[in-house]
């Protein structure tokens, strides 16, 4: 069993940044791959960027390319996304997730989720 707990929501103007944390508990977190989801009300759920448990692959979905930075310590079972460039479009709940790789950059799915933080991009 994995528990996901997330940080670093809030409100910010369009072009500002944020950066989310996921702290991971359980004994087995590092060798998940770890992500962050995303959805805005009346909007399907969508993958936004994974890393791999080898903390060197990662996915980005084509919308935050060269804005956003996915990163991993599995020492310390914690998992970050940078964002940067924000835009209105990247308002949403974000949720961190953990599961195997094609999973969750293929189906769009995970096996664990974290409670959801909000972002908020003013324009």
């Known amino acids: 069993q994995v528990q996901l707990v997330e940080s670093g929501g809030g409100l910010v103007q369009a072009g500002g940044s944020l950066r989310l944390s996921c702290a991971a508990s359980?004994?087995?977190?590092?060798?998940?791959?770890m992500g962050w989801f995303r959805q805005d009300p009346g909007k399907e759920r969508e993958v936004v960027a994974v890393i791999h448990w080898n903390g060197v692959i990662t996915y980005y979905v084509n919308s935050v390319k060269g804005r956003f930075t996915i990163s991993r310590d599995n020492a310390k079972n914690t998992v970050s996304l940078q964002m940067n460039s924000l835009k209105s479009e990247d308002t949403a709940v974000y949720y961190c997730a953990a599961g195997g790789w094609r999973s969750m950059v293929v189906r769009g799915t995970a096996d664990y989720w974290g409670q959801g933080t909000q972002v908020i991009v003013s324009s």
């Open positions: 359980g004994r087995t977190a590092s060798m998940y791959a």
